[in-house]
């Protein structure tokens, strides 16, 4: 089974500092990753997704993370924090299943931004 | 091109009752699933449709079923309604998922709350 762990459901930075999601995942084979992001009484929104082709993956927004394999993380790094990052983050992994894939989804991380 | 719609935006219902929720995926996407999202559970595969077929399901009761239209429209219906079924009810499409690494794309919800 496929499964993916949030390593914290709060994380708090000041606004222009760099910030850390931190997500590691469980896998039998290689995994497809993603990171989405939800802000208050929205949908998902993609930030990026690993595929196998670059193990540094660059998103949207300014985002990006880092597949490594040996850690079996996938951080999501931004390196200055802006208001409009706050929001909760979400640690997915694609599994295919019966001839198409269904999401696993990691517990969420709130990311609150101070002044 | 218009992004992932879902009415209603708000339901509230009693229990007892049942509910039809409808999801319009990006034209041209083929596969449709559904997400609960509550707050003790987070977010949980429902089901997934491709080309009117379910053909994966999470574990969910038999109360939760749904349908994919041939324009690739879908439902999903709940029955005998409980209070624990109060969550934000999410859709997402993508024009086939039988790769793991295929993008799926949300909507904004359909927030369901049971009295």
């Known amino acids: 089974a496929q499964s993916v762990t949030q390593l914290d459901s709060h994380v708090s930075v000041s606004e222009g500092t760099p910030v850390l999601l931190r997500c590691n995942y469980s896998?039998?084979?290689?995994?497809?990753l993603f990171w989405y992001v939800q802000h208050p009484n929205k949908g998902l929104q993609l930030l990026l997704k690993?595929?196998?082709?670059?193990?540094l993956v660059k998103g949207i927004n300014g985002f990006e993370a880092e597949f490594k394999k040996s850690e079996t993380s996938f951080h999501l790094t931004k390196p200055s924090a802006h208001m409009s990052d706050a929001a909760e983050y979400f640690c997915v992994v694609s599994v295919t299943q019966g001839g198409g894939n269904k999401l696993t989804f990691g517990t969420g991380t709130q990311l609150k931004v101070e002044l | 091109k218009a992004g992932v719609t879902q009415t209603p935006r708000y339901l509230i219902k009693t229990r007892g009752q049942q509910v039809t929720l409808s999801c319009s995926p990006i034209?041209?996407?083929?596969?449709v699933s559904w997400y609960q999202q509550t707050p003790g559970q987070g977010l949980q595969f429902l089901f997934e449709?491709?080309?009117?077929?379910?053909?994966n399901k999470g574990n969910f009761p038999g109360r939760f079923s749904g349908r994919q239209f041939s324009n690739s429209r879908s439902e999903m219906n709940v029955s005998t309604l409980e209070l624990g079924d109060s969550a934000l009810y999410l859709c997402a499409s993508s024009l086939v998922t039988s790769r793991s690494h295929d993008t799926q794309y949300f909507g904004p919800g359909t927030r369901l709350t049971v009295l």
């Open positions: 690993y595929t196998s082709a670059a193990t």
């Open positions: 896998s039998s084979y290689s995994p497809s």
């Open positions: 449709y491709f080309s009117e077929t379910q053909r």
């Open positions: 034209s041209g996407h083929r596969s």
